[in-house]
C-alpha cells in the first residue's frame, strides 16, 4: 500500500491549546497536502506544501516538511471547539493521478 | 455552484443486488475519483478519471465500475453488492492542469446486507 500514516490515532485537548499531528509517507512526492472531515461528512482541503519548502502558514495552521525523513506535521494554534475533527494527509503520485492518504488524526477540542 | 454532488446519501442493498452511485461536478473539473473510506483504513481509491472517455484502476477497483461519458459526471456501478462493500464512499475532483488541490462530495454510507 502507498498509503501514509497519521501519528496519533486520537488526540483530545482543551479549547486554546496547540495540536499537533505527524505523518510520514512513503514515496518521494512533489507536493503533500492535508484535509479536514468533519464528523459525517465529505474531507475539505486545508494547505498544500511543496516538496522544496520546509514550512508553510495559513492562518492558524502550520505545516512543516522534511522530505530526508519523508514526514510531516500540522499544527493548530490556539484551538477552537469548531477544530474538532479528522485529519488526514494526502501524497500525490509521481503522474498526480492518485492521491494517497493516511489513515487520519482525530482531533477533539475540549470546550 | 453546488461544487461535487453525490447521490444518494444512504443506500442499504441486499447482498448481490446491483446499484450506481452517482457524482457529478459543475467545477469543469477534467479530473474526478472514488474513494471508500472505511475505520482505521483511511481513504483508499477505487477508480480514477483523467477526463471524458478515460478512466483508470486505483488500488480496489474489484467490484466496482466506471464510465466518463461527460466532462460533468462520473458514476460509480457496483455490480453484485458484497458484505466487504459496506463502506462510505465519497467522489472528488480536481483541476488536471495544477492537480494539487481535491474537491469532495459529502459521500455516500452504503450498508450490503
Known amino acids: 500500500s502507498q498509503q501514509g500514516e497519521e501519528d496519533p490515532q486520537a488526540l483530545s485537548i482543551q479549547e486554546g491549546e496547540n495540536a499537533t499531528m505527524n505523518c510520514s509517507y512513503k514515496?518521494?512526492?512533489?507536493?503533500l497536502q492535508w484535509y479536514r472531515q468533519n464528523s459525517g461528512r465529505g474531507l475539505v482541503h486545508l494547505i498544500l506544501?511543496?516538496?522544496?519548502?520546509r514550512e508553510k502558514h495559513s492562518g492558524r495552521l502550520r505545516v512543516t516538511l522534511d522530505t530526508s525523513k519523508k514526514s510531516s506535521s500540522l499544527l493548530i494554534t490556539a484551538s477552537r471547539a469548531a477544530d474538532t475533527a479528522s485529519y488526514f494527509c494526502?501524497?500525490?503520485?509521481?503522474?498526480?493521478?492518485?492521491?494517497?492518504f493516511g489513515t487520519g488524526t482525530s482531533l477533539t477540542v475540549i470546550p | 455552484n453546488a461544487g461535487v454532488t453525490q447521490t444518494p446519501k444512504f443506500q442499504v442493498l441486499k447482498t448481490g443486488q446491483s446499484m450506481t452511485l452517482q457524482c457529478a461536478q459543475d467545477?469543469?473539473?477534467?479530473?474526478m475519483s472514488w474513494y471508500r473510506q472505511d475505520p482505521g483504513m483511511g481513504l483508499r481509491l477505487i477508480h480514477y478519471?483523467?477526463?471524458?472517455?478515460?478512466?483508470d484502476q486505483g488500488e480496489v477497483p474489484n467490484g466496482y465500475n466506471v464510465s466518463r461519458s461527460t466532462t460533468e459526471d462520473f458514476p460509480l456501478r457496483l455490480l453484485s453488492a458484497a458484505p466487504s462493500q459496506t463502506s462510505v464512499y465519497f467522489c472528488?475532483?480536481?483541476?488536471?492542469?495544477?492537480?494539487?488541490?481535491?474537491?469532495f462530495g459529502s459521500g455516500t454510507q452504503l450498508s450490503v446486507l
Open positions: 506544501i511543496r516538496s522544496n519548502e
Open positions: 478519471s483523467v477526463g471524458a472517455g478515460i478512466t
Open positions: 467545477m469543469n473539473h477534467e479530473y
Open positions: 472528488a475532483s480536481s483541476d488536471q492542469a495544477t492537480n494539487e488541490k481535491l474537491f
Open positions: 494526502a501524497t500525490p503520485s509521481n503522474t498526480g493521478n492518485q492521491f494517497y
Open positions: 514515496t518521494s512526492i512533489n507536493n
